[in-house]
């Protein structure tokens, strides 16, 4: 079966390894350079598969007026005569409710565990080189109020199968001495053992590599540009590219936030709107006081994942700015975050900035499987997960088009008002129309 993924950031690559491990000519586009170069460059760098509560979850509506009005807040708002902001603003403002937040929670729980097992087999399996990590990952509270809120959260994790430890300042300390430095302010932490870190981009490379180096390589087109879909009745004729036509036998769209201008050109809206981030990535040196495991400060909204000789620091949330710009002024309050969590950094020169796009859907659920047009497939909007979920996800789609079981109910992520069909279903529709 020949398959089309448009999208070669960690989505589309993880995408095209499990269909091509299915047995399936794939081909990979891409209108970029290279494989990684978006939103997957130089993000958060954790696998935080506990940590997938959404977004959109009602403690965050009381915090929404000082972040908007604060310049160093975590969060930040550019009003824009746009109607996709606003429609996506009011989405999420709706799916801001108690029982809508913990429903979305235990749904991307199952898909985090099951994102989980398959990086690990990935990695036993081929051996990439990402600075992969298995230390962990500490949420750090300053404050006793939002401390004592989280214990239910951990309860409520608890029930879905989620082994979390809470800690006194002191054993936050013990278990990660880099934080000596902020140790008075410390009201307690949550540790999570299973969590990951890794380095996003190199796993992106390591793929690439991995694919095309097969019995059957998967193919990479870059430099090629989506510009449309071709529709002849109820499925997909072929793509419109800046470097020609290309034609397949299914195709899936995996290309992080331009997702929604290519799918609505067929008429389909998977609410997907890009909401951008920061991050610095900081040399160590023999001095250095860096965390061996992932960390979260809560309080300002940032992370700290721990890559070989390298600290990736992320975090800021600005709504409006869709440019890949970095701006000025929020690298300058990461930074200053970073001097107050970790004073004895002591890193090897300055940090690398960068600043990147996340293509994020209101209620913080990507949409995973078949369309109304029967070769055409989605794995769009993760979010701020996009790394964490990319495995899980990607082999979700698998099943689905292979039309086997999967771990995770598919019915959970699909676009609503689709029927399933596999991939069997169009390559016998294919066959039928060559023989016609």
């Not at 993880?14 to 993000?43: C, E, I, M, Q, W």
């Not at 898909?111 to 500490?138: D, I, M, N, Q």
């Not at 890009?274 to 860096?290: F, N």
């Not at 701006?327 to 900035?353: C, M, T």
Request: hydrophobic letters at 40%; glycine letters at 10%.
């Amino acid at each position: 079966m020949k398959i089309v993924v448009i999208g070669a950031g960690i989505v589309g690559l993880t995408t095209a390894y499990y269909l091509s491990r299915d047995g399936h000519s794939v081909t990979v586009v891409d209108g970029g350079d290279g494989a990684g170069l978006r939103s997957s460059k130089a993000n958060g760098a954790q696998l935080s598969y506990s940590f997938v509560s959404p977004l959109a979850d009602p403690a965050v509506l009381p915090k929404i007026p000082s972040w908007l009005l604060g310049r160093k807040s975590p969060l930040s708002f550019r009003p824009k005569a746009d109607p996709d902001q606003w429609r996506w603003l009011f989405a999420f403002l709706k799916a801001c409710r108690a029982s809508k937040a913990q429903k979305t929670t235990a749904e991307l729980l199952q898909l985090g565990v099951y994102s989980r097992s398959l990086v690990h087999e990935l990695v036993a399996r081929e051996k990439p080189r990402f600075e992969f990590g298995s230390s962990g990952k500490l949420l750090v509270y300053q404050d006793a109020k939002s401390f004592t809120a989280a214990q239910s959260q951990v309860e409520f994790q608890a029930s879905l199968g989620c082994r979390q430890m809470l800690l006194t300042p002191q054993q936050c300390l013990e278990r990660e001495p880099s934080l000596e430095g902020i140790g008075k302010t410390i009201a307690g932490g949550i540790f999570t053992p299973t969590e990951d870190a890794g380095d996003c981009l190199q796993l992106c490379t390591e793929l690439e590599r991995i694919m095309a180096s097969r019995a059957q390589p998967v193919a990479f087109r870059y430099k090629t540009k989506v510009e449309g879909l071709r529709i002849e009745q109820d499925q997909i004729a072929g793509l419109r590219t800046s470097q020609g036509d290309i034609t397949a036998d299914a195709y899936v769209i995996a290309n992080g936030v331009g997702a929604q201008h290519l799918a609505r050109q067929v008429g389909i809206d998977p609410y997907v709107y890009p909401l951008k981030g920061y991050s610095l990535t900081y040399e160590l040196g023999p001095d250095s006081q860096a965390p061996k495991a992932s960390v979260s400060d809560l309080r300002n909204k940032v992370v700290y994942a721990r890559l070989g000789n390298r600290l990736r620091v992320a975090g800021m949330v600005d709504i409006g700015d869709t440019t890949m710009s970095i701006a000025r002024h929020r690298i300058a309050s990461l930074r200053q975050n970073v001097g107050r969590f970790f004073p004895h950094l002591n890193p090897i020169g300055e940090p690398e900035p960068w600043a990147g796009l996340r293509p994020a859907r209101p209620d913080g659920k990507p949409i995973i499987g078949a369309t109304r047009f029967k070769n055409l497939w989605l794995n769009v909007g993760h979010g701020a997960l996009g790394f964490t979920l990319a495995a899980g996800s990607s082999g979700l789609l698998a099943d689905q088009m292979a039309g086997r079981p999967s771990q995770v109910p598919a019915a959970i992520f699909a676009l609503k008002g689709i029927r399933e069909h596999s991939v069997a279903d169009a390559s016998r529709r294919s066959a039928r129309r060559s023989a016609a």
